[in-house]
């Protein structure tokens, strides 16, 4: 949700670099509408499948506006290459921030185990990358069908198989 603060965190950190993480948005609907968040003035939105899309929309349109319009030094990385690739798609993102490859970034999750995790994906964040979220959305196509003229821009716009 830091797409909305990018205008702002140009301005404020005229040299940072941005990491765009991109979901196909029909899957990006499912896990909002299924993640465990505390309700707040945000998640609220993410109780139904309407509201996430009624959400994701705005905001995917301003990350469109700020694509064009803003200068910030950014990478997109699409959230389906990163999982069937994540050696290369990580060496990509680390060569963008200026970092050297070690192996044990292929085992994050066994320094996750040591933490304390806070995030509502804590349960994720300990397993090894895996491939199930992918296309997701298909077995939840008749659900999803309401929603997909809202999705539809974003879906090819940025890059999802229609």
Same mark, same amino acid.
């Given at each position: 949700?830091?797409?909305?603060?990018?205008?702002?965190?140009?301005?404020?950190?005229?040299?940072?670099?941005?990491?765009?993480?991109?979901?196909?948005?029909?899957?990006?609907?499912?896990?909002?509408?299924?993640?465990?968040?505390?309700?707040?003035?945000?998640?609220?939105?993410?109780?139904?499948?309407?509201?996430?899309?009624?959400?994701?929309?705005?905001?995917?349109?301003?990350?469109?506006?700020?694509?064009?319009?803003?200068?910030?030094?950014?990478?997109?990385?699409?959230?389906?290459?990163?999982?069937?690739? $994540?050696?290369?798609?990580?060496?990509?993102?680390?060569?963008?921030?200026? *970092? &050297?490859?070690?192996? %044990? /970034? @292929?085992?994050? !999750?066994?320094?996750?185990?040591?933490?304390?995790?806070?995030?509502?994906?804590?349960?994720?964040?300990?397993?090894?990358?895996? $491939?199930?979220?992918?296309?997701?959305?298909?077995?939840?196509?008749?659900? *999803? &069908?309401?929603?997909? %003229? /809202? @999705?539809?821009? !974003?879906?090819?716009?940025?890059?999802?198989?229609?």
């Amino acid at each position: 949700m830091n797409i909305i603060a990018l205008d702002y965190i140009e301005r404020t950190f005229p040299n940072s670099k941005i990491i765009v993480m991109l979901q196909d948005p029909r899957d990006a609907m499912l896990s909002s509408f299924f993640q465990n968040f505390r309700i707040n003035l945000m998640t609220y939105h993410f109780l139904t499948l309407k509201g996430a899309a009624n959400f994701y929309a705005p905001v995917m349109r301003l990350y469109t506006l700020y694509r064009q319009k803003l200068s910030f030094n950014i990478i997109e990385v699409k959230y389906e290459d990163l999982v069937t690739d $994540l050696q290369g798609k990580v060496k990509r993102i680390l060569n963008f921030l200026g *970092l &050297e490859w070690e192996d %044990s /970034i @292929l085992r994050y !999750y066994e320094q996750a185990l040591m933490k304390m995790i806070y995030t509502p994906s804590y349960e994720q964040v300990i397993k090894p990358v895996y $491939l199930s979220s992918i296309d997701r959305w298909k077995n939840y196509k008749c659900y *999803l &069908e309401p929603i997909m %003229s /809202i @999705l539809e821009p !974003y879906i090819r716009n940025f890059g999802s198989r229609v």
